[in-house]
């Protein structure tokens, strides 16, 4: 692998479905930038997929090539990142528990998150040591690869600053060894869903990476616009439209601008406007889909680039362990 830099970033997602518009600008479109710039590890969170799907965790397998799959038709390339499956490295749980040592009850019990989540997967008993120590196994994720950078989503941001702080309590206790990874967040907007809503799977308002024009159609033709705009003949606002979030991350600059024009002046009505939309966000997807079609022409691709990516993420993450364990006198 070519590396990047010296500034290391790790960051990882769970495989519990499809990726969508949503995930690519939240997140994904930063870590693909990365990649130029720094040494980059990216895991798939298969374990952390457990702390929800255990009672149902064969679900999760198929997932994790099809996260994968979403990756690298994205712009991550293997050459230029570590890509790697968390539960095959075994140095994640390991440092978990040594992590779970010293992390106070009260710092997971009063995290936002845990309570959050709790209250909205009320179908799912999350009554659990795993769910609740969700955090610490992220922590160990992080803090394996002694990273500089971790970029998420605002949602994570708690999860993050519990690493730092079980990162400094480990330092405090055994002597200084592990940095406190920042955060690096996403400048892009939020991409909103189909209906207004934060894109979300359990909404039912995406746009997916690997979805066929054919059903991506007929979705963007019913998507909500300025709900203000009864006819076509009343001006649009652009700002408070719920397409036009999508025409400025996909349509170049000059239409973009054009279709200011023609929205405020009741030029267009919001089907031609959504018509565009179409051909922009083809051209967008065309390329994305093109190399997954390889890959699952290939499926031992995916297989080879996990096998390298584990064997270099392994090797970093035995390091750390080496180190760790010998602080805590560990070392038998
Ligand atoms: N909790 C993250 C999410 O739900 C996934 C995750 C697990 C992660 N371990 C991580 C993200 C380590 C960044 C770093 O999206």
Known sequence: ??????????????????????HYFGVLRNWVDFQENYTCYYFVADWHAL????????????????LMKDWIA??????????????????????SLLLSMITPLGWLERNPTYKEIRQELINKDLNTHGFLGYPVLQAADILCYRPDFVPVGHDQLPHLELTREIARRFNHLYGD????????????ARLPGLDGRKMSKSYGNCIYLGEEMAT????VMSMLTDTNRMRKTDPGNPEVCNLYPYHRLMTPGDICQEIQENCTQAKWGCVDCKKVLLTHLE?????????????????ELIREIL??????????????????????GFDF
Do not use: W
């Not at 390339?77 to 440092?95: G, M, N, R, T, Y």
């Open 1 to 22: 692998m070519r590396q990047g830099g010296e500034k290391r970033v790790v960051s990882g997602m769970r495989p519990t479905g499809p990726l969508h518009l949503g």
């Open 51 to 66: 702390t929800s799907e255990y009672a149902e965790p064969k679900i999760i397998k198929p997932f994790v090539a099809e």
């Open 74 to 95: 994205s712009g991550l390339d293997p050459e230029k990142c570590v890509l790697f499956q968390q539960s095959l490295i075994k140095e994640h749980a390991e440092l």
């Open 177 to 188: 060894y592990f940095p406190e990874p920042q955060a690096k967040l996403t400048e892009s």
């Open 216 to 219: 991506i159609r007929p979705k």
């Open 283 to 299: 051209a967008f997807l065309a390329p994305i889909q093109e190399r997954r079609r390889r890959m699952d022409d290939h499926p």
């Open 307 to 328: 096998e390298t990516g584990n064997t270099q993420a392994r090797q970093e993450a035995c390091l750390t362990m080496d180190s760790a364990r010998a602080m805590l």
